[in-house]
Structures are given as structure tokens and as C-alpha cells.
């Protein structure tokens, strides 16, 4: 590539997020006279890629099509040809974070929905009560991602007590350590501007169920009406799928944004950092136990245990951190055979004990 060509490709790709690290991945391609691109849109084999020639259709059958977690996906960085009919995307690049989710499939598959991401924005609606246990997962997956997680509450609007909507932002902050929490209202602009900051140094992705509000906070970041917004039902505050695929925009402040569609499960996919950076409090407390496997389940001298007692932890914290790390465990054990082993050999350790302590109930019953 000339340093013209370079300068040319640097301009039009900046936008989207191309700097100097993507060049030099992208160079050996380069020499096989390929274009770089990022994939904006990806739809039945098929994808939308930004380049310096200008907004491209790919097939891409060409990379991997049989594996989930290799397939191309929006925000993918791409080596794609500059002719031919169909045109292929020939390879992606390294990717630096990806946000995965498991399938819903009993195959236990892994399913990118988003890659490079930096920033991943969990919308939350106001319009329907907490669900602090959903939150918790959404974190799960975006801290495993790489990204910096974001919790938006839309339709802040619908809250005008300020006390009230400040102890809906303290719960959600307690749920979510080293999380920012950014109450927003998209009918009169509170919380945009702090948003329009966050997003403007990156990519972020916009997650969250339907009825969120998830497009129309595009719409409010883009400064134009560019996705479809649906009424949301009253009984429940769902709404409709307004988004069906994935689309990365440049945003005019800056940044990049991927909207995605209404996520009705968002199952762990080998998450157990995420997770436990979710319930840091609970690992710190962890520390402190007196025995280094404890279960926090009835062991003496267990810090976690002892939280809860005085009220430093919520007991429904612990609840969900177990909860969570079992779902990991046995997503994980389906497709590593020696977790599966530890865990056989683990159930059968638990069941020795408690058949222990019944013979020896038992024998003291009977003694007395």
C-alpha cells in the first residue's frame, strides 16, 4: 500500500476505528492486494463492510462457516477482495474483545453477537421493575468480553421523584462494583450528555432485552431517527424485536455503536472471570475464609457467611453468584472432559460426607 493509499484508507477508516495496531495486523494481507474494512451489518452469509472504496457486500462462506465462534461478525475487522462477483471477505483480523453468549441450542455452542467492542452498554428500562439477577448476568458476559461495562437506565423520565430514582441508581451500583451507572431519559435529554462521552472514545455495544429502549438511545446518540422504535406493550414493558441484525454506525461525536437486537436469554459462556469480577465483594470476602475451598454454604469460619449475618453482604447476592457460577460450571463442563471428571469426583466427595455425617447421626441417636 502507497503512503497515499495508506493516508486514504487511514481517513476513511478512522471513523470506525481503524488506527495504526489494526495497519500492521492488517499489512500481510496488504501484500495480496486485499482491502481492509469493518463489517457494519452481517445477514445470511452475507455482510456489509466500510472501506476506503466505500460500503461493500461480501460472502462469508469463505471464512470458517462451520464453527460459531469463527464465523465474521459486526465489528470484525476484514480482508476482503476488491472485485468479483460474488465478492469474499478472505480472513478477519485478531480480534481484541469479543461478547459471547451460549447458545440456546443443547450443543453448547458459543455465539459472538459483537467483536472489538469497547464498551458494552447494558440498557435497563425504568418502566418495569429491577431484575438486579439479569443485570448481574449481562455484566457476567460483558466483563469476560474485554469490555468496560456501562449500565443505562433508560426512561428515567418515568421516574420524577429524584430520591426514588436515586435508590434505583444505589441498588443497581450495589449490583454492579466498578460499574458506571448512568440514569438517561431520551424524551428530554438527561444522562445523554454523560453517555455521548462514554461512547465517543470507542466502540460500544448496546445490549439489553426489547422494550429497553435500545433504539431509541441510537437514535438520541446519532442525533437522528435512523432505527425503528416500537411502542412497548403497557402490561409489561417488552416490546417488539425493532432491531433483527446487528448494525455498527459512526457516531457524529465521535465513536461507534452496534446496536443489537432484544436479547431474550443471554446464557454464560465460559464467564467465571466475568463473574467474578461481578461479585468482587464476594471473592475479596472469599480471602478471608478459613479454608481456601470454602463453599459459603454452612463451613466454620466463613467470611462470606459472616457478611451476611451482619449485613455487609445481601443474601440474595450470594444466591445469585452461586447461581451463576453452577450455570458456568456446567456450560464449561460439556465441552472440557477433565471439569466434568473433577465435578463426578466432587459429587462423589460431597456424598461420602454426607453419608458420613447420617451414619454418624445415626450412631449417636441410637448410642444415646
Not at 495504526?20 to 486485499?34: I, K, N, R, S, V
Not at 472504496?53 to 464465523?71: Q, W
Not at 469490555?147 to 443497581?172: R, Y
Amino acid at each position: 500500500m502507497t503512503s497515499s493509499s495508506a493516508s486514504s484508507v487511514s481517513s476513511a477508516l478512522a471513523p470506525y476505528g481503524w488506527d495504526e495496531a489494526w495497519a500492521a495486523e492488517f499489512a500481510p494481507y496488504d501484500t495480496e492486494g486485499l482491502l481492509p474494512g469493518r463489517v457494519i451489518r452481517v445477514d445470511r452469509g452475507q455482510c456489509d463492510v466500510v472501506t476506503a472504496d466505500g460500503i461493500l457486500r461480501a460472502d462469508t462462506a469463505f471464512v470458517t462457516p462451520h464453527d460459531p465462534m469463527r464465523v465474521v461478525c459486526t465489528g470484525d475487522w476484514v480482508a476482503v477482495e476488491p472485485g468479483g462477483n460474488p465478492r469474499y471477505v478472505r480472513a478477519y483480523l485478531p480480534r481484541r474483545t469479543a461478547f459471547v453468549r451460549s447458545t440456546s441450542s443443547k450443543r453448547s455452542e458459543g455465539q459472538i453477537l459483537a467483536a472489538n467492542v469497547d464498551h458494552a452498554i447494558v440498557a435497563v428500562s425504568l418502566a418495569v421493575e429491577l431484575d438486579l439477577g439479569r443485570i448481574e448476568r449481562f455484566l457476567a458476559l460483558a466483563w469476560e468480553s474485554g469490555a468496560q461495562p456501562v449500565v443505562v437506565l433508560s426512561k428515567a423520565d418515568l421516574v420524577p421523584d429524584a430520591v426514588t430514582l436515586s435508590h434505583l441508581v444505589q441498588d443497581v451500583e450495589t449490583s454492579a462494583p466498578g460499574v458506571p451507572v448512568v440514569p438517561v431519559s431520551s424524551l428530554d435529554g438527561d444522562g445523554l450528555d454523560v453517555l455521548a462521552a462514554i461512547v465517543a472514545g470507542g466502540t460500544s455495544v448496546l445490549l439489553g432485552q426489547s422494550g429497553a429502549g435500545k433504539s431509541t438511545l441510537a437514535n438520541a446518540l446519532l442525533g437522528e431517527d435512523v432505527m425503528t422504535v416500537q411502542a412497548t406493550r403497557d402490561a409489561d414493558g417488552k416490546g417488539r424485536h425493532t432491531t433483527t441484525t446487528r448494525n455498527l454506525l459512526a457516531l457524529p461525536g465521535g465513536g461507534v455503536l452496534i446496536d443489537t437486537p432484544g436479547l431474550r436469554g443471554v446464557g454464560l459462556w465460559d464467564a467465571e472471570t466475568g463473574v467474578g469480577q461481578v461479585f468482587s465483594e464476594i471473592e475479596e470476602l472469599a480471602e478471608r475464609c478459613r479454608f481456601h475451598d470454602c463453599a459459603h454454604e454452612a463451613e466454620p469460619g466463613c467470611a462470606v457467611l459472616a457478611a451476611i449475618e451482619t449485613g455487609e453482604l445481601a443474601e440474595r447476592r450470594l444466591d445469585s453468584y452461586r447461581k451463576l457460577l453452577r450455570e458456568n460450571q456446567r456450560i464449561v463442563a460439556k465441552t472440557d472432559a477433565r471439569l466434568r471428571a473433577e465435578i463426578r469426583k466432587d459429587w462423589k466427595r460431597k456424598g461420602a460426607i454426607g453419608r458420613a455425617a447420617m451414619e454418624a447421626k445415626r450412631g449417636s441417636h441410637w448410642r444415646s
